[in-house]
Every structure is written in C-alpha cells, then in structure tokens.
C-alpha cells in the first residue's frame, strides 16, 4: 500500500489549503484514513481521521476549521482546511489503517506553512 499526499503550501493566516491523499495497492478492508502533524521539535499529533462510513474525529485544535472527507471509489482522503494560522505549521502526514491485518500506512508528508 502507498500513500501519495498533495497540497501543502504556504498560506496567509485566515487563508485556506485543501490536503488530498490518494492511496494504492492492495487494501484488504475498508480503511480507517486520516491526518496527522509534526511541528518541528513536536510530536505527531492527530488533526482528524474519518471511517469507512464517514464517521469523523478531530482534535480540539482545528474543530469548526478543518473538514475531512473521503472518496472510497478513488481510495483517496482530503482535508480542507479554514481559518489557518500560524500554529497550523507543520508537515502533514496521511495515514491508512488497515483494519483487517492491524497495519499502518503512512504517506510521505506535505508542508503546510502559515504566515502571519
């Protein structure tokens, strides 16, 4: 399984990005899918994830400014992104787990940098 994330780039503060994460290979279940972030000299963190059914979870730091959403037809995940600010900045990671088997996928990372 490969991961292959887009759409980082560098934003004003209250400007907006829209991440997208495609995945291929062999999935042997509907994945659970989501979005992740490291600060430079922080942990990677959980932004938001979503299930097969659509059901959603986001960390307290982005409800009501990141939206995630998924196409299960493409094997793909997106994250908008609203409302960025400065401590959005960070490397976004995708990640799939796979249900079935209990195993993880990352994707390769994109920047997103946020001007203030």
């Known amino acids: 399984v490969q991961l292959q994330a887009s759409g980082g780039g560098l934003v004003q503060t209250g400007g907006s990005l829209r991440l997208s994460c495609a995945a291929s290979g062999s999935i042997f279940s509907p994945p659970v899918m989501g979005w992740y972030r490291q600060a430079p000299g922080e942990r990677r963190e959980l932004v938001a994830t979503i299930t097969a059914s659509g059901s959603t979870n986001y960390a307290d730091s982005v409800k009501g400014r990141f939206s995630i959403s998924r196409d299960n037809a493409k094997k793909t995940v997106y994250l908008q992104m609203n409302i960025l600010k400065p401590e959005d900045t960070a490397v976004y990671y995708c990640?799939?787990?796979?249900?079935?088997?209990?195993?993880?996928?990352w994707g390769q990372g994109t920047q997103v940098t946020v001007s203030s």
């Open positions: 990640k799939l787990h796979d249900t079935i088997r209990q195993l993880d996928y």
